[in-house]
């Protein structure tokens, strides 16, 4: 008996986790297999540009220290030349398009000497409708903390800023809608709370793009809650099946019930305490003793044995503490030959003693 369970209920864990198991590791998978871009990392780096507003008469100024072991060097200083000074650094892949995902995570190591304003900005190619191209920035203003930290951002919180729009004279409506898989650079620029004429600088240790999994994560949450809701639910209504009619008093119906797990409920009910076996009820109710067997089990879990041994000791608790009678007569009257046997079968199925029962 204690064999069976230990089958069962390893054969009803491998039923309920199962798929809940073979999910996350997909989703693991797709973890391990989702390639981070790497556009700068501690040993090497695409090829970057300086750029300033001396193309537009201002006199700030930008260069990199490339010999630092991890990552490098920007420095920079605003000056008064142009109404709004600014020095950045563009990154430009050799392919000329970093292919990111709509659904990717940005992600920058960077150390800065304050707290800083920093813009970062996504160059993307785009053909407007009138066939002309054009590089439109997308822009994210990221808070940094002095020190050395890593921030990660989601794609979609880049935006076209409105100056962009003004200065082409476009309105939003003219070009198409943001395509991560067209951008053609990424730019950092000085901080929106640098002053003029103080030298800065910023350390950029890494800058990655990673396709954005978090979707398969939410995917696998929901089927994990509703597979195991669902399986709970499934074993709950199960287990129902296993309650065990016994009648009191032998009451035989005046029709025969059609229904042939009925009849089985009902010949067993009425005779369990006779030596059964599925021969004999093959025999008196008609019914195939492989069907016999299958509804049993399809109906209560059990096999006939058991169920058979479940009706007997469900009988027995009953009488030992309803009656006075002696614990070999009770034995005797539910069907078992010998008081020893009773006494094993009844240990396996109540948990418990006769005595200690009667005792309750």
């Known amino acids: 008996m204690k064999t069976v369970n230990k089958k069962n209920n390893f054969q009803r864990f491998l039923i309920g986790f199962a798929p809940i198991m073979l999910i996350w590791l997909l989703v693991l998978l797709i973890n391990i297999l989702t390639t981070p871009v790497t556009i700068i990392n501690a040993e090497e780096s695409i090829p970057f540009k300086i750029y300033t507003d001396q193309e537009l008469q201002g006199q700030s100024v930008g260069s990199v220290n490339t010999t630092q072991q991890h990552g490098i060097d920007f420095i920079y200083t605003l000056k008064e030349g142009y109404v709004y000074p600014y020095v950045g650094i563009c990154f430009t892949p050799k392919s000329g398009i970093l292919s990111f995902n709509a659904n990717s995570t940005f992600t920058i190591e960077i150390e800065t000497c304050a707290d800083k304003i920093i813009p970062i900005i996504l160059n993307e190619h785009v053909t407007g409708f009138s066939g002309k191209n054009f590089l439109r920035p997308v822009q994210y203003e990221l808070n940094t903390q002095a020190g050395i930290h890593t921030y990660t951002i989601s794609l979609k919180e880049f935006e076209v800023p409105a100056w962009w729009y003004k200065s082409n004279h476009f309105s939003e409506g003219d070009l198409p809608i943001f395509d991560p898989s067209n ?6 620029q000085n901080s929106l709370l640098s002053a003029v004429n103080t030298e800065e600088y910023m350390h950029i240790k890494q800058i990655s793009n990673r396709a954005n999994t978090g979707f398969w994560v939410w ?9 195991l809701g669902g399986y709970g639910i499934h074993l ?16 035989p119906s005046e029709e025969e019930p059609v229904d042939e797990w009925e009849r089985i409920r009902n010949y067993i009910s009425f005779n369990y305490m006779n030596e059964l076996d599925m021969e004999g009820m093959e025999k008196d109710l008609g019914i195939a003793k492989h ?3 299958s509804l049993i089990k399809d109906n209560t879990t059990l096999i ?23 614990i070999g007569e009770i034995a ?26 009667r005792l309750k």
């Open 236 to 251: 709950v209504l199960k287990k129902k099946k296993t309650a065990v009619f016994i009648p009191y008093v032998v009451t």
């Open 219 to 227: 995917i696998a949450t929901i089927f994990s809650v509703c597979w």
């Open 332 to 357: 005797d009257q539910v069907g078992f030959g010998h008081v020893s046997n009773f006494n094993r079968v009844f240990k396996q199925y109540a948990g418990e003693s006769p005595s200690d029962c």
């Open 183 to 188: 951008i053609k650079n990424i730019c950092i």
């Open 291 to 293: 069907k016999i067997a």
């Open 304 to 326: 006939f044995k058991q169920y058979l041994n479940q009706i007997k000791v469900a009988e027995a608790k009953r009488l030992l503490q309803e009656t006075n009678l002696p």
